[in-house]
């Protein structure tokens, strides 16, 4: 089976403290990184790959900086890596995005399925997954947490719902977006990262993929940013003095008597 | 074409503006700063800059034509068995406003199998139309089919705005339906407003786990589309005596969709569900024990309340995937929110920080997550949660 899974690099946001003074967030030393969710769809795909055999296809859009972090994909078992990567593609929105992915996907051939993560961390929109199977023309299901079956043409997947999931089935080729439930990524192998040492990242231009200009980056896409800001935390937290059952008691007054829980 | 411009005369190579890029988009070379291709002109740097040595270059595009032949507010009416969610009356609620603010009328989408009955609770929360579709096909969600039907209701009836809730389903066909398109879509949105002058919608939301607030437009594309997180926009009071208009489109319905849903599994122990739950009651590693989770549990009971979960608890196995709140678990926005044992890692608070009322029970008085909350105890969960439960017991008894 050929798998294509999406990867996104992020910024490592565990370390995202904001100044006060200028109001943005301090990012030095915030090292980049493959979407976190990005590494479940990875490891879906090769777990799939080595039961059908076949082959896993990283494909992501950024920098040239960007093929580095690619190369570390194959060695947890991915098989090629490939990054769409030109100023056309700058300043993309999720529409634009999916585009130039579609196209890219487009021009690598064949395929049987596409795994994305549910969505990236630094955006969070869950949006390229959707958009991205609309512009190929092929059905997606989103929040994949158990692949129950998978063979040539058809996938039964379950999706996560709010209190429990749902079964699906779909005709492959298709995408599915993952949640972190569905497996546990492995770590890379010593022979894994030999390997990855050696493999070259296909960098492909927008001619390359036969991608209109038009519609890539910023100029092809609808949605503008125009104001960004930090939010403002400046709440005091109202501390409850005294001991537990005191602290309880003073607490239910209090909710009691801003009518968020009324006493039946 | 927008973008920006760095002055070079002005430049020093400060590095102030690096810092300020949340994307990792400047880089200081030979003391000037360079814009990479990575930029996404949220403009950031520009306010940054201490020598105005950073300028945004707005492009003054030509209004597309056609524009102005889409007219009106849409919501998604979500339902679930049969009625309504809650999340259509918040986005109604949104919508009044918008419409008002337009002079348009609002309208619903009600996609479903024998579904007409939930038009009259859409016509009380505040639409003035309702387009529904009914086809025993379209009993359970289904992304291809509801995909295919919202882009021939839009096409044919033209509104200039299309919400939906930032629901599993939502986030799932706003894209869809976006992409068919073409046009913009703005995700997870908290807050939306529209421009007194340009008549267009301010989509405000958050970004990098809720640590920078972004405000989106659509200007020259059409309908601007937005999901919308639930529990943040408040319904209208209902009104029953409120009529409204029935539409039936006359469309297509494809009633043998390639995308099948053939089971549907509900989790039974979970009575209410985070999603939709006015009261959540989350643990997290404070508790010391996986079965100290039935002291966080009781206390959702007593509350009418759902249960959440750290991470680092569902990590740890003690409790299941689905109650994680979080940056990698759900967003909830209860009206009462407790943290019970939970120190508020930026990732959990990105997933609870729009809730109305934040509760948090710490040992540790220093833990960040009492920057987020409005009353904090600081003591041991096991001996605040047995008297808390004590308490509300004998208040709702």
């Known amino acids: 089976m ?26 030095e030393g915030v090292e980049a990184i493959i979407n976190p969710f990005d590494e479940y769809a990875i490891e879906e795909g090769v777990r799939i790959k080595e039961k059908t055999g ?30 769409l990567s030109d100023r056309a593609f700058a300043g993309a929105d999720t529409l634009a995005t999916s585009y130039a992915l579609s196209m890219g996907i487009k021009a690598l051939g064949e395929y049987d399925l596409i795994i994305c993560g549910k969505q990236a961390t630094d955006g969070d929109t869950a949006q390229v997954g959707p958009s991205l199977a609309e512009k190929l ?68 231009t927008a001619d390359d993929i036969g991608a209109d200009k038009d519609r890539c980056g910023l100029k092809g896409s609808p949605t503008q940013v125009i104001k960004t800001f930090v939010p403002e935390h400046n709440v005091v937290a109202e501390m409850i003095e005294g001991t537990a059952e005191e602290q309880a008691k003073k607490l239910a007054q209090k909710l009691l008597s801003m009518q968020f829980m009324k006493a039946r | 074409m927008s973008c920006i411009n760095i002055i070079a005369e002005k430049c020093f190579g400060c590095g102030l503006c690096v810092s300020a890029c949340p994307f990792n988009a400047i880089e200081v070379t030979d003391k000037k700063a360079e814009i990479l291709d990575n930029c996404t002109l ?24 056609g524009l102005s032949s889409y007219k009106g507010v849409w919501v998604f009416a979500e339902h679930k068995n049969g009625e309504a969610r809650q999340i259509a009356f918040e986005l109604l609620g949104s919508g009044r406003k918008l419409a008002d603010d337009l002079s348009v009328p609002l309208s619903a989408v009600l996609i479903g199998s024998e579904i007409e009955k939930e038009a009259e609770k859409l016509f009380a929360y ?59 879509l703005t995700a997870d949105c908290t807050e939306l407003s529209i421009d007194p002058e340009k008549k267009i919608l301010m989509q405000t939301r958050p970004a990098f786990g809720g640590n920078l607030m972004a405000t989106i437009i659509c200007p020259n594309h059409h309908p601007q589309m937005a999901t919308v997180r639930p529990k943040v926009m408040k319904p209208i009071q209902p009104d029953e005596s ?45 508790l010391g024990d996986p079965k100290n989770f039935a002291l966080v549990e009781e206390l959702a009971r007593v509350l009418g309340g759902a249960v959440g979960a750290s991470r680092a608890t569902v990590d740890a196995g003690w409790i299941d995937y689905s109650h994680q709140v979080g940056q990698t678990g759900k967003t909830v926005g209860p009206k009462v929110y407790f943290a019970c044992g939970i120190s508020g890692a930026i990732q959990h608070l990105a997933g609870m920080s729009s809730s109305d009322i934040i509760i948090a029970i710490n040992k540790n008085p220093d833990a960040p997550i009492f920057k987020v909350a409005t009353f904090g105890i600081v003591g041991d969960v096991l001996e605040v949660l047995p008297a808390l439960i004590k308490e509300f017991k004998a208040h709702t008894a």
Do not use: W
């Open chain 1, 2 to 27: 050929n798998i294509i899974v999406c990867v996104k690099q992020v910024p490592g946001t565990n370390e995202v403290k904001i100044n006060k003074e200028t109001n943005t967030i301090i990012r």
């Open chain 1, 54 to 83: 076949g082959k896993v296809t990283v494909i992501s859009m950024g920098i040239p900086k960007v093929a580095d972090l690619l190369k570390e994909t194959i060695a947890v078992g991915v098989d090629e890596a490939v990054l």
């Open chain 1, 137 to 204: 023309n092929i059905p997606h299901t989103t929040y994949v947490r158990k692949i129950e079956e998978i063979k040539d043409g058809y996938i039964r997947c379950q999706r996560l719902t709010d209190d429990g999931y749902e079964v699906i089935e779909m005709p492959l080729p298709a995408v599915i977006t993952v949640v972190k439930e569905i497996n546990e990524p492995r770590l890379p192998s010593i022979k894994g990262k030999l390997k990855a040492k050696k493999t070259e990242v296909k960098i492909l």
């Open chain 2, 42 to 65: 949220c403009g950031s740097c520009v306010s940054s800059c201490k020598f105005n040595a950073i300028e945004f270059v707005k492009d003054e595009e030509a209004e597309s034509s």
């Open chain 2, 126 to 184: 505040g639409a003035d139309k309702v387009y529904l579709v009914e086809d025993e096909s379209l009993r359970l969600f289904n992304d291809e089919s509801y995909a295919d039907i919202f882009v021939q209701l839009i096409k044919s009836y033209k509104p200039e705005i299309v919400l939906m809730g930032a629901t599993t389903y939502g986030r799932s066909l706003a894209p869809r339906v976006a992409s068919r398109l073409n046009t913009g």
């Open chain 2, 242 to 286: 409120r009529k409204g208009e029935i539409i039936r489109p006359e469309i297509n319905i494809n009633s043998n969709p390639k995308v099948k849903v053939v089971d549907v599994v509900r989790t039974l122990y979970e009575t209410v569900n985070l999603a939709e739950a006015d009261i959540i009651v989350s643990g997290g590693r404070g």
